[in-house]
């Protein structure tokens, strides 16, 4: 089983730019794919990037150019960086991830992120 730990949220005006982090511990062998996922009120769970372990990258189309994440193995952290904050970007950013040996996906707690007009 892992643990994920979310931290870097908060408020920021609309341009500004905030760095997510997502810490991970327990057993790391048979995790492969990690992310990053948002929720806003009302909405369902969407996906914002992935990474993983061999650094290859997904983005979701509203984040592309503006977002960027990164994984430093040796650590267990995921990162998430955002750049041209937007209002629209506002949510509960929660970081996954995939264990390729029992198919299962393991969830932080969430850390919310608000942009202000």
């Known amino acids: 089983q892992v643990q994920l730990v979310e931290s870097g949220g908060g408020l920021v005006q609309t341009g500004g730019s905030l760095r997510l982090s997502c810490a991970a511990s327990g057993s790391m062998l048979s995790i492969n794919t990690m992310g990053w996922y948002r929720q806003a009120p009302g909405k369902q769970r969407e996906s914002v990037a992935t990474?993983?372990?061999?650094?290859?990258?997904k983005y979701g189309d509203s984040v592309k150019g503006r977002f960027t994440i990164s994984r430093d193995n040796a650590k267990n952290t995921v990162y998430l960086q955002m750049n041209s904050l937007k209002p629209e970007d506002t949510g509960v950013y929660y970081c996954?991830?995939?264990?390729?040996?029992?198919?299962?996906?393991?969830w932080g707690q969430g850390t919310q992120v608000t942009v202000s007009s």
């Open positions: 990474i993983t372990s061999g650094g290859s990258t």
């Open positions: 996954n991830a995939y264990n390729i040996l029992f198919k299962t996906y393991s």
